[in-house]
């Protein structure tokens, strides 16, 4: 039998590298777009990357954009998919109230774009698709915890595009009988998670505060709750929803709700740090150098016009059909998080101390 082929937007970004590499180990040929950029942007994919001479390559990068439709058809056309894994957008939420329109053009017009792609090819039949939707779809929460039925409310230019994508899913499902699924997924971390979302920038800065690389950490609203899982474990359930008898939609969560403030308490035990909580509007004056503990400090600039303040999910739906149940803990995510962040901190500083420079990530 030959190997199924997948496409997937987005994957060099966090979802997309764990999704590649589990679809290579059950024998897919994996087909990726990433964007041109003047720097390397492949960096969580490249130990995947097979060279253009290398014979049986089961793994494929394809230039391309989700702003550009003529494109999205040709990778279509050339890789035939059986599945489509919708992995693209412009992804932060906070970034979303700054490109209100760029994040509409990518996150909801590039995912009609892409199911229209199969359906001017007439791959309706054979193509399968995977919508990477959202808990913040739920935002100002109208139930809790949140499942499949719960109404939606969201709060956000990126909260709203990924509302239209994911009623183009559902309506291209009963318009066109498309095998169409919405993963509604709430948030999920790992080590490679990008450095401007809450977890990695608390883990990344944390473990440079304790090599000494940073002096404190500035954070927005330490309230928020967020039900935060393992990417690992919900990956898996992207795949599995694509390989059932009928398309649904299904709400994938741990079931576990921590604030932000929580998150950094158990980073610093982790790393063995202890804590010095101060409020907004910290100055240098304010700044005890010898206190020897990590400074958290709230900066405002962080707030965001809307905030989505809490977040559980109820992924009963998932376990009872799909049998999927997360497997990895907050406590073993954060641990992994904060220990891959104690190590890249270490490298850093084995940089700096032999004269190299550091490129360094701002937010
Ligand atoms: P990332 O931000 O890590 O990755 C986003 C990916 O989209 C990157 O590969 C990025 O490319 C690509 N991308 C952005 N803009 C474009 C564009 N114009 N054209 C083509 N590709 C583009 O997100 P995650 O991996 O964390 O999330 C994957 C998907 O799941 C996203 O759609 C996200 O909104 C959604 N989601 C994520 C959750 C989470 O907690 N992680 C929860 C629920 C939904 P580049 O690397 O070049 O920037
Ligand atoms: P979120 O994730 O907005 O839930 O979207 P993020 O980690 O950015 O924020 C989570 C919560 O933490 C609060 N917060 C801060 N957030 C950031 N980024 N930086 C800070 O300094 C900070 N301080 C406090 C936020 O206000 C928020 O309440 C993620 C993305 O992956 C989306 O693409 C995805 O759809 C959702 O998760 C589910």
Redesign the pocket.
Known sequence: MSRKVALITGITG?DGSYLARLLLEKGYEVHGIKRRSSLFNTGRVDDLYEGPQAPDRSFFLHYGDMTDSSNLLRVMQEVQPDEVYNLA?Q????VSFESPEYTADVTAMGTLRLLEAIRILRLESKTRFYQ?????LFGKVQEIPQKETTPFYPR?P??VA?LYAYWICVNYREAYGMFACNGI?????SPV??E???????TRALARIKLGLQDR??????N???DWGHTQDYVRMQWLMLQQDEPKDYVIATGVQHS?REFVEAAASKLDMRLDWRGSGVDEKGYDADSGACIVA??PR???PT???T?LGDATRAKEELGWEPEISFDEMVEEMASEDLREAQREKLCLGNGFEVPLCH?
């Open positions: 966090q957008a992804s932060h939420v906070a990477a939707s959202t808990s913040e956000s990126y909260a990924k997924l709430f948030n999920h971390e998670r990008g401007t979302f809450v977890t990695r920038k608390i950490l500035y954070l927005g609203n330490m928020a709750l967020r932000v709230v900066d962080y707030y965001r905030e989505v303040e977040l937010e």
